[in-house]
């Protein structure tokens, strides 16, 4: 039996912390052991404490696969330089460095060049890792998050907005409110979930802002969900708007397009790369430039008052429904890596 140790963060596992770096780690472990693989997994309080860390690694017999989820592998870099001529590491990297914003950093670089192989959630991430640090163009691998089939959305008139992110600044909802500020005169009600104690000042600010807007009756802050829940809003949706300010990929997009709901977005990131084509070509979505709220704004509007636009998008986004990336087709190229590494 093939075996791989997994260090990720102890949030993985919390439902009261959901985030697309949560679900990927948790739906790959599923995955491979479906697979057939031994998965045993080391969870490690993020961001508060990594107690115990170098105890568990050092449990971990010599020339094991260990995968190393990269917000773990950042916070405690030195621990795992250390284990790197024993162990055979494989950074799993959600974002291209510590900070998504930023560029190459010397962290990222060590550990990466420590590294057996790099895995990472977006080719877009791939490309920045490639550029930023060429030595490890070789060893790294795009393995795009998987997506869950779901039933095709009904029709409905457009008017049903959803944006799905936890609620802090550089997801953007503060550019939405500015938005939606601007079209009050137009038919429309927007949902937004996600959680609410990531940025209490954002989220205090952000409920003065819909006051403030007039829009109390018509935005609503709903908190995290979940499971049936989550599902159930992207099965109420027309439109998914995401206006992230900065996005690796953007795995709320794929789980839209699975329902057959198109997208605004801010044209960022991996974003494209979540979003795709459908046969003919089509992008399923209207994309603005990032950090813009009038252009936000107008997207929205051509949505809501642009009939022919909200069939064009809707027969695309369902058209991509059917090409979207599924989470044991991400196993399988995560599983070629980790083989790969084991037999080196």
């Known amino acids: ?70 917000l773990i592998a950042a916070g405690h870099a030195d621990i795992f330089l250390a284990a790197a001529d024993r162990l055979r590491l494989v950074l799993l990297m959600h974002m291209a460095g510590v900070d998504e914003g930023a560029g190459a950093d010397q962290v990222t670089g060590r550990l990466a060049a420590a590294a057996a192989a790099v895995l990472t959630t977006s080719r877009w991430t791939a490309e920045r890792l490639a550029c930023w640090y060429p030595q490890i163009a070789g060893r790294i691998v795009p393995a795009v998050p998987g997506v869950d089939p779901a039933p095709l959305r009904p029709g409905g008139d457009g008017t049903a907005l959803l944006c799905v992110a936890a609620v802090t600044g550089h997801k953007g909802q503060d550019l939405l409110v500015a938005a939606l500020r601007l079209l009050s005169g137009l038919d429309w009600r927007c949902t937004v979930v996600g959680s609410l104690t990531r940025d209490p000042e954002f989220v205090s600010d952000l409920r003065a802002a819909i006051e403030a807007a007039g829009l109390a009756g018509r935005m609503d802050l709903v908190g995290i969900r979940t499971g049936v829940e989550l599902e159930s809003a992207y099965a109420a949706a027309d439109l998914l708007v995401h206006p992230s300010r900065a996005e690796s990929y953007g795995m709320v997009i794929a789980q839209a397009l699975a329902h057959g709901v198109p997208v605004i977005a ?47 998008l809707i027969t695309a986004a369902a058209d991509r429904r059917q090409t979207l990336p599924d989470w044991p087709a991400t196993a399988a190229t995560v599983a070629s890596v980790l083989a790969s590494v084991a037999a080196a």
């Open 1 to 70: 039996m093939s075996i791989v140790h997994v260090v990720m963060p102890d949030s993985v596992y919390d439902p009261s912390r959901p985030s697309g770096g949560n679900e990927y780690d948790r739906r790959l472990c599923d995955e491979l052991r479906s697979a057939g693989w031994r998965v045993d997994v080391v969870l490690v309080g993020w961001p508060t404490t990594g107690a115990g860390l170098p105890d568990a690694l050092g449990e971990i017999p010599d020339a094991a696969v260990v995968v190393v989820d990269g």
């Open 266 to 312: 801010a044209r960022v990131g991996g974003v494209v790369e979540a979003l795709g084509r459908a046969d003919d070509g089509t992008v399923p979505a209207l994309l603005v430039p990032a950090d813009d709220a009038p252009a936000l704004a107008g997207a929205i509007r051509s949505w809501l008052t642009g009939p022919e636009l909200r069939r064009r």
